[in-house]
């Protein structure tokens, strides 16, 4: 099977090849078929034992075999990144709605359905590369495109602001998040002391703090999440006319988050969960996808807002200046070689191509130092570039040499102008075809002076919209947020500090918060925003693609009523769901009813939790419902999953375990609540009927249980 079949999902057809993956076919080993050799070439026989005097006598120093392997182990780990450390990566590609001609002269964005090859990194930001998926955290969201005049990095997260305007603030803020240095905790997560601290002296972060305390930074899958550019960036015509742009993408899927309880656990049962989520889903053909879309903003336009475009602390309200839809992203192969792939691209905002520019937006400009340089001690020199994951498709001609890594024979003249080298490489532009980049010619001006701009200075207004734009759930679940993450604080300066900054987003959040963490409530304070924007709320992101690819758990035991587990999962995979029996142990148990024989179980119980599933099914069959009763495993996995806002589905006698769970009885035994996720029907609805119910809540969100 070639590599590239390797790559195919499981349950997918292979994805369709492009020039990126026909390129990298030639760095990926072939299958080992081969014998076993040193990395000199020569081949070695025996790989179990080292050479040494004698049976039991000392190892030899001329075992250059046994050196050699154990030197290469010892060098193998490179520095993580030095944020975003920890993630998950895949191939697919970006395919263009129409012409963008009028705007830009960006190849990729030329013409109706062109494709480009992308490669996407999805991370967390404070953890190390060994830390846990579901942490409450800003989501890395970077794509490389690899368009045919050069990659294309759009470096953005899942929160279209950041905390801070000014690059020259980001070790400060880095430092304060990250691990404390005296005892390097805790991992994972902003809720200490000195992250508080940094963000309550620093009023320019609170727009970004409401993000962060949202369900926005506890995400139910990287393929349920949208992602930004943020900045403002500037997209120019081949005439070199400017317009400024903003990028979004938009999940197909839908925005979706766990609940903070859910995660938590969920951290424990599975560290690794967004990951598997996406290695498996594109393992499976259920390729996700994402919609990008830019607001443009004429120049003329640029003052025209009560916000500075420059300000990567503010977004431009959706229902200011639209969102146009420009195209769709599929991800639809999963790396062959983490290392090689996922830990060794290098992505940097400064890799543009023409037609897109930069603006002077103070994070954007410190960014377009940071990345190369970190890049330079991470991936040990000057010649990353040419590692498979991070070659352009693009021919790439110039006269860099040598340094650490450099893998290409270059010939004749390394400099130019030359004769010598027949003037080659020469400009480009001078009949050198396709697009050469052309620097946006802006008129710059100014005393050289360290002031931010008068403009920057409005801190809350943002952070009071984003309040105002949540549903009740949202804002319930910010207030908890807040007092969880501030709970963990010591410092009572920094709690009344902190809530004293909300005083001036709202003043029943900060009441609220203030009650919690056990600090005075803060001076009410005056003007503050009523704006809103109900494009930030996850109620209005629900997606197009219904219930695709959520999980469904049925619990079974010897005696359930298998016909009814057909029923149900026809119906739900018939949506692009997946449904999974679950029973005590792995094999199958003795199904009832009109489904006699055996059900099959897909997963051993004690192997999963209910926080990997976004729905339970506890069908008919006295005997199995009495056994399930009776398993605390069981019990808990319902109480847990209606705990956590999901959907909970019990036919006939199923009802018994929802009711061992405490739920609530009325609920349970009365007709069907699906304002509150339970779906019972009072054992009269058909397993049909109840597949549809349980369909229609899983496109909900979470249900109001406190
Ligand atoms: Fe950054 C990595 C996104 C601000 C400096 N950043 C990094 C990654 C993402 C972002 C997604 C991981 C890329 C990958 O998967 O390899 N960063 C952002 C966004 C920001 C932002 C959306 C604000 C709008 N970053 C930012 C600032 C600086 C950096 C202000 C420094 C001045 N970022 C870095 C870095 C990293 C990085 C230290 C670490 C690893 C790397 O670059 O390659 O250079």
Redesign the pocket.
Known sequence: MSAHQESAGRGGSPAPRDVKDEQLDRFRAAPRSDALTTDQGVRVDDTDNALRAGARGPTLLEDFHNREKLTHFDHERIPE????AR?A?AYGYFETYDSLADHTCADFLSEAGRRTPVFV?F?TVQGPRGSADTVRDVR???TKFYTREGNYDL???NIPV?F?QD?IK?PDFVHAVKMEPHNEMPTGASAHDTFWDFCSLQPESTHMLMWLMSDRAIPRSFRMMQG????TFRFVTAEGRGTFVKFHWKPLLGVHSQVWDEAQITAGRDPDFHRRDLWEAIEAGAYPEWELGVQLVPEKDEFSFDFDLLD?TKIIPEELVPVRPVGRMVLNRNPHNFFAETEQ????TANVVPGIDFTNDP??Q??N???L???LI?LGGPNFSQLPVNRPVADVHHNHRDGFGQQVIHPGTNYFPNSLGGGCPAHAGAGGGRGVFRHYAEKVDGDKIRMRSESFQDHYSQAAMFWNSMSDWEQRHIVEAFRFELGKVNSVQVRERMTGNLAHVNGDLAALVAEGIGVPAPQPADSISTASSPALSQENLRGTQGIRTRKVAVLAADGTDAGQVEAVRERLTAKGAIVEVLAARDGTVQAAGNGNGTLSVDRALPTMASVLYDAVLVPDGKEAVTTLAADPAAVRFVEETYRHGKPVAALGEGTRVLTEANLPEALVLGESAPDYGILTGNGTASPADLADALAAALELHRFPHR
């Open positions: 990144r030095v944020v975003h993630g990566g990194r991370s890395g969201f970077a470096v953005g997260n950041f801070i690059a980001f930004f550019g943020v900045h990567a691209v290098a992505f940097h994070l954007l410190g960014r130092f940071s990345y340089d970190t890049q991470r």
